[in-house]
């Protein structure tokens, strides 16, 4: 049923082939051939055509929406959530967007790793499945299954103690609106790049992020929710550089070791 449901749901949605493509995150020729029957759509791309018409995944597989009687029971469905759907749109930070994914043989989701090599590539690539599919691919069972992450080698050290090149493992933020002020996160845009920082909810008041760092050397600045395309909530960091002792604690903590010692000794004596 996918070629047939892709042509009704694209008809239906006025779109040509090349806007459903830039919607799915894939190249024009695929629709084609999607809609002709010469080539199979991967998982990835199946759950983001069943997210964008706003339908089941098994239905869209499984359902001939061409039909009348199974057209009008869908079309009624979206009806009913249009309105919510128009009010989350118009919501800063509420946009509707479609996240690509990858999954394993046993169609778990896969955490892809974002090298800082290809942190300019993601830019363009992130909703591109056949993209992410050439990305370093992990699972880490701890995170459980609440959610989808990614992982995102950081650089430089505006988080200092978290180092450079360390991974910090995000969760995707859907609604923007529910950032609590101080989460460290991923923050995907067009201007800035990928940067991990502190971010505070300007949101309701103007449509903006403000971003901290927590090295202080680094001056905290805004950004324009419209170039932001993608949000992660940190939720694990891995790194091969460990934390540096302080050694002025060291040194007060061997003070107070002497200091007890003599007074032991002038008991005894």
Not at 28 to 56: C, D, H, Q, W
Not at 129 to 151: H, Q, S, V
Not at 233 to 250: C, G, H, M, W
Not at 254 to 268: A, N, R, W
């Amino acid at each position: 049923m996918i070629n047939t449901n892709l042509k009704f749901w694209r008809r239906e949605l006025a779109l040509t082939q090349a806007q459903m493509a830039e919607k799915l995150g894939i190249k024009r020729s695929l629709v084609g051939a999607y809609e002709e029957g010469r080539a199979e759509p991967k998982l990835a791309t199946l759950v983001n055509m069943a997210r964008l018409f706003n339908i089941s995944l098994d239905s869209l597989v499984t359902t001939d929406f061409s039909k009348k009687k199974n057209a009008k029971a869908a079309l009624q469905l979206q009806a009913q959530t249009a309105a919510t759907t128009e009010t989350t749109a118009n919501r800063p930070g509420g946009n509707l967007r479609i996240l690509a994914l990858t999954v394993d043989k046993e169609q778990n989701e896969n955490i892809e790793l974002v090298p800082q090599k290809a942190a300019a590539g993601y830019l363009n690539g992130y909703a591109d499945p056949e993209y992410l599919e050439e990305l370093p691919k992990f699972r880490l069972p701890m995170l459980g299954t609440g959610g989808t992450y990614r992982a995102f080698e950081i650089a430089g050290d505006s988080m200092l103690p978290i180092a450079s090149g360390t991974v910090i493992v995000g969760r995707y933020v859907d609604d923007w609106m529910n950032i609590k002020d101080g989460t460290p996160c991923i923050v995907v845009s067009s201007k800035e790049g990928i940067v991990f920082k502190r971010v505070f909810n300007r949101l309701k008041d103007n449509a903006m992020l403000a971003l901290h760092s927590d090295n202080p050397l680094y001056s905290p600045y805004q950004i324009d929710v419209e170039d932001v395309v993608e949000i992660w909530e940190a939720k694990a960091y891995i790194s091969s550089t460990f934390p540096i002792a302080d050694l002025s604690l060291n040194r007060l903590a061997s003070i107070v070791l002497d200091l007890q010692q003599q007074v032991s000794t002038m008991k005894k004596v």
